[in-house]
């Protein structure tokens, strides 16, 4: 969408798109079990993503940035690779599925809540990611984190 806004005008500023990604129980999820975000900046809401499914899908997130709150359900499957989060109306990560974050930001302020993946037996993984301009890693993820469980996280 942005690549064909840019070619009908060239002086479009990629940066004035505003979107929610919202899946709410699909009704084919037998057949979508995958959705894809890629290169968009979702600004100026109040729900950067929320995925609200007792399917099972997975959820990819590339070379983005996320302004407020992300999340997405138990059966969810989630990774992030090069992702900013960002401070919005609401600027909370919670995440109640299995979750990998690779190369991602995190801006001061933005809350890590860790208590629906103790409460769903699920796992994060931290790969080269950053809050506030400080790598996350087991020595500082409690001081970072809402109800950090040390049984859900690893980091590398």
């Known amino acids: 969408i942005i690549n064909r806004k840019m ?13 929610v990604v919202e899946i709410i129980d699909p009704k084919h999820h037998d ?10 900046v979702v600004k100026n809401v109040t729900y950067a993503i929320n995925v609200n499914t007792t399917a099972a ?13 992300t999340s997405y359900g138990a059966s969810t499957t989630a990774t992030f690779k ?8 609401y600027a909370y990560f919670r995440p109640y599925g299995n979750t990998t974050l690779k190369d991602c ?3 001061e302020g933005f809350k890590i809540d860790f208590s629906e993946l103790t409460k ?21 993820i ?3 984190a ?3 469980d040390a049984h859900r996280a690893t980091f590398k």
């Open 7 to 19: 070619r009908e005008n060239p002086d479009f500023d990629p940066m004035s798109i505003d979107m």
């Open 146 to 148: 809402e109800n950090y």
């Open 105 to 107: 930001t995190f801006v």
């Open 31 to 40: 057949v979508v079990n995958s959705y894809n975000v890629n290169n968009v």
């Open 57 to 69: 899908v997975e959820l990819n997130v590339a070379n983005s940035t996320l302004e407020g709150w």
């Open 142 to 144: 409690a001081e970072l």
């Open 82 to 89: 090069n992702v900013a989060f960002t401070n919005g109306a």
């Open 120 to 140: 769903n037996g699920k796992t994060i993984s931290f790969e080269n990611c950053y809050y506030n301009g400080v790598k996350i890693t087991a020595a500082n």
